[in-house]
């Protein structure tokens, strides 16, 4: 029965959107590694510490003697000591050589129950001398073992526990496509038909797209403050997606100027269709081939930007269909005031 | 549907309709090359010879920006009311677009050139740069970032003519977010040529400016037969 | 709800520092809240809406 379905897909949606929240914020952080001090090294015996982020990999009452930590430079491995570990750093000795394949030094710790950490370019000798690590320090790749860390989300740098925010941010923008394409459609059946009720269609869609892309902007703008330090940075993806608002805005401000003008149908399907294609230009077209910090770009749409953990997968795919459905119900919604309005005034 | 030639003859008097109405209302052309001349004197001023590359493009993008506007946003709504009737219900719509295109493609040419000159004739080049690194690109960049521009404006300006009330504020409103696009290449690129930028890195800008140019004024003409129809 | 978070906890034998803090269940708790705030006004529009349809509808015939 149709009002059955009715509910169950608006309901579903909520609930499926409850369940991201939950999931989302209630899933933990795979450990990982942040910073190294110090991360001048001289040479001779010194002391690193490394501090990790998300879960704990140690509990109180591990043996240091299990973690194993190795740099590596170039493709060498200079072995280490390490004197100490609590749940969220590791403290090491290493006797610094004075030759070095590389100045820069990348960290591992192989790690009994959380698998290995990395930290790339964690460590500098400015001193070294370019040649091979002495056979007395050098160091084999230890034995690595599996992670065991149940459902949890993959570890990013410079994103950490951000990355929850890929339930939100990504899945708005996909909704605001998805809406605006529809409405997209609705102009191009009104251009074709003149008819009023793809007009409403056509306004209902920009309307509730632009609820979407303001939100996608602002989750993105969060987002860019905590991983790049700025609110705003003049990135393509950032740029097509401020130019996308501003375009649709535009098109609530013909349809506004217009009024009652009975050619507002037309004029303001003409609008949409053109600012749609600039839309796909500028947020799926010029990304591709222009350099940007936006994270799956270098060729990628966006996708799968991150290597998509099946743990972020089982939360992801539900948030998208989730605020996809949001946004189509929030559509609906205006479409029916739109013609409840136009029934009214035109008894 | 008209036959090529027949929208090529539309086009071609439309165009010659437009250089007529420059010559008789010769008015507008001087408002836009006054406004443009008076703009650069108050960068001029306002900068006195002490302006760093990024603030040059900045200020140069600035006026042809807003010279572009004064003098493309009413092309649609030149013609007497009478006039424009009689077109609307004769001339076929591809060929008036196409006829004013090219008119709005010759009088920014016209205004790149007044901007450009007004520019270097006022302000000098920006203190770091003797002669800019490549004088040719730098030229190229202006006029090809006016013209997508242009292109743009034109299509707004049709939009906002059939407006009845405010309809040309309205295209400055419209057309902004419209041109950003071509806006930040057009900058991107004149800022690196008068830096010298290597070619490697600038040579994209000019082939996305032309694309982007194109595509719009494909859409244009596409679309405009929908706007025109009374 | 804790009782969801617990068992998540459990699940893993490791505690977050994230939840070690408390604010994973302050930000859970709003997020949930202005969910179902949203939730329940839109399921108001909706109704009113479908109201004033069936009474337009009615007036109609």
Redesign the interface.
């Given at each position: 029965m149709k009002g059955a379905w009715n509910w169950t897909w608006?309901a579903g949606s909520?609930l499926l959107?409850?369940y991201v929240?939950?999931r989302g914020?209630?899933?933990?952080?795979q450990p990982g590694l942040v910073t190294a001090t110090p991360s001048q090294l001289r040479i001779g015996t010194d002391t690193i510490v490394l501090a990790a982020?998300?879960?704990?990999?140690a509990?109180e009452d591990d043996a240091p003697a299990d973690f194993h930590v190795v740099l590596r430079a170039g493709d060498q491995l200079l072995q280490t000591e390490t004197v100490e570990v609590t749940?969220?750093s590791v403290r090491l000795s290493v006797d610094v050589p004075a030759t070095l394949p590389a100045r820069a030094l990348d960290a591992f710790v192989f790690t009994p129950?959380?698998g290995t950490l990395f930290l790339g370019n964690a460590c500098f000798v400015e001193e070294a001398a370019k040649g091979d690590i002495p056979a007395a320090v050098r160091a084999d790749a230890p034995e690595e073992r599996a992670p065991q860390?149940?459902?949890?989300f993959p570890y990013q740098p410079n994103i950490i526990?951000s990355i929850r925010n890929l339930l939100w941010h990504v899945p708005m923008w996909f909704a605001m496509f998805f809406i605006m394409g529809l409405g997209f459609v609705a102009s191009l059946a009104q251009l074709r038909t003149d008819s009023a009720d793809w007009d409403m269609r056509a306004e209902a869609a920009v309307k509730t797209g632009l609820v979407f892309g303001l939100l996608g902007l602002a989750t993105g703008s969060l987002w860019a403050r905590w991983t790049w330090g700025a609110w705003w940075v003049s990135d393509p993806q950032l740029n097509g997606a401020l130019v996308t608002v501003l375009l649709y805005s535009g098109y609530l401000i013909l349809r506004a100027a217009m009024g009652d003008d009975d050619r507002v149908g037309r004029l303001a399907a003409v609008y949409n269709v053109f600012a749609f294609i600039m839309l796909v230009v500028l947020l799926m077209v010029l990304p591709r081939y222009t350099e940007s910090l936006h994270p799956g770009k270098d060729g990628n749409p966006g996708f799968n930007s991150y290597d998509l953990d099946n743990s972020l997968r089982a939360v992801f795919y539900p948030a998208v269909i989730g605020w996809g459905a949001l946004c189509y119900?929030?559509y609906t919604?205006r479409l029916?005031?739109n013609r409840?309005a136009y029934?009214?005034l035109s008894r | 549907m008209a036959s090529a030639r027949h929208t090529l003859r539309t086009a071609g008097t439309i165009a010659g309709l437009e250089w007529q109405l420059e010559w008789r209302q010769g008015h507008q052309l001087a408002a836009v090359g006054l406004f443009a001349i008076a703009s650069v004197y108050v960068a001029f001023q306002a900068s006195d010879h002490n302006t760093s590359a990024a603030g040059w493009t900045a200020m140069l993008w600035l006026v042809h920006l807003f010279s572009g506007f004064t003098a493309i946003g009413r092309l649609f709504d030149r013609e007497r009311t009478d006039v424009r009737r009689y077109l609307q219900w004769t001339a076929e719509p591809l060929g008036l677009m196409l006829g004013k295109l090219f008119h709005a493609v010759l009088t920014t040419t016209a205004l790149t050139a007044v901007v450009l000159g007004a520019f270097v004739l006022f302000l000098g080049w920006p203190q770091e740069v003797d002669t800019p690194g490549k004088p040719g690109l730098l030229v190229l960049g202006a006029w090809m970032g006016g013209l997508s521009m242009t292109t743009t404006l034109v299509f707004v300006s049709a939009v906002a003519s059939q407006i009845r009330a405010g309809g040309s504020a309205l295209a400055a409103v419209l057309g902004l977010p419209l041109l950003l696009p071509q806006l930040i290449l057009a900058t991107r690129l004149t800022r690196g040529a008068l830096a010298d930028e290597p070619w490697t890195m600038l040579v994209e800008y000019p082939v996305f400016l032309g694309a982007l140019g194109a595509g719009t004024s494909a859409i244009a003409c596409i679309l405009f037969p929908y706007i025109w129809r009374a | 709800?804790t009782l969801?978070?617990k068992a998540?906890?459990l699940?893993?034998?490791?505690?977050?520092?994230?939840?070690g803090s408390g604010k994973?269940h302050v930000?859970?708790g709003v997020?949930?809240m202005i969910?179902a705030g949203l939730?329940l006004s839109?399921?108001r529009?909706?109704r009113r809406?479908t109201q004033?349809?069936k009474a337009?509808r009615e007036d109609n015939h």
């Open positions: 608006k909520i959107l409850g929240i939950l914020f209630g899933t933990p952080l982020a998300g879960q704990p990999f509990s749940p969220h129950a959380a860390l149940g459902f949890s526990e119900w929030m919604l029916r005031m409840h029934r009214l | - | 709800m969801v978070m998540m906890l699940l893993n034998s490791l505690e977050g520092f994230f939840f994973a930000v859970t997020a949930l969910l939730a839109l399921w529009m909706d809406l004033l349809e337009s």
